[in-house]
């Protein structure tokens, strides 16, 4: 990374990720507390510090096809563990429609395909069923294996149970009107857009 003299071509990126997520980065502090509570930050997923680092270096590829930001669980303990209270998930899902906007593709090329399912499972049964999800995803990516060891050691602990995935299910009134009035939202969205 390199030092950036703060010409307004160089904050272009860092301006505009400000202005679009409503979060002030040019307030962090870069102490890394995102960072070490973040539940998927590894050496492959940087995690938020490098991400907030790359905007501010104007390294507008690479923040784009940071992987930190697709794999966001959006849990809040960066936004909450944050001296300055700056909200990743909102600078998260901004270089999300960036990067869809700018044509590019997912790092997990399939996240699409899981959060799909995920919301399916949800609507359907109140709740996520993790090990039908986890089953259709793989099935659907054609490797219906891939999990089995893990699935099987989650079973033998007692943490999942496949008979879960044998009852009808039930459909939860409040979790409806949640997808109802998304429906609705994006409806409204899309009117404006036309």
Same mark, same amino acid.
């Given at each position: ?9 160089? *904050? /272009? ?6 202005? #679009? ?9 870069q ?28 390294? *507008? @590829?690479?923040?784009? /096809? ?20 700056i &909200?990743?998930?909102?600078? @998260? ?16 090329? @399939? ?11 949800? #609507? ?10 986890? !089953?259709?995803? &793989?099935?659907? !990516? ?16 007692g ?5 879960? !995935?044998?009852g009808?299910? *039930?459909?939860?009134?409040v ?20």
């Amino acid at each position: 990374m390199h030092r950036l003299k703060g010409t307004p071509d160089e *904050r /272009r990126f860092l301006t505009e990720v400000i202005r #679009r997520s409503g979060q002030n980065l040019l307030e962090c502090l870069q102490c890394g507390r995102c960072t070490a509570s973040c539940p998927i930050s590894s050496p492959t997923v940087g995690g938020p510090r490098r991400l907030i680092a790359q905007i501010h270096c104007d390294m *507008r @590829a690479e923040a784009l /096809r940071d992987p930190t930001w697709w794999y966001c669980v959006s849990c809040g303990t960066c936004a909450s563990r944050c001296p300055v209270e700056i &909200n990743m998930y909102q600078v @998260a899902t901004t270089l999300c429609e960036m990067a869809e906007e700018a044509g590019i593709e997912p790092s997990e090329q @399939a996240i699409h395909l899981f959060e799909d399912l995920f919301l399916k499972s949800v #609507r359907r049964h109140g709740r996520v069923r993790e090990l039908s999800t986890v !089953m259709r995803y &793989n099935l659907q !990516m054609r490797r219906p294996f891939q999990d089995a060891g893990k699935g099987l050691r989650l079973i033998l602990k007692g943490a999942i149970s496949p008979l879960g !995935m044998m009852g009808g299910g *039930r459909k939860d009134p409040v979790v409806e009107r949640i997808f109802t009035r998304s429906a609705t939202v994006e409806q409204g969205e899309s009117d404006h857009e036309g």
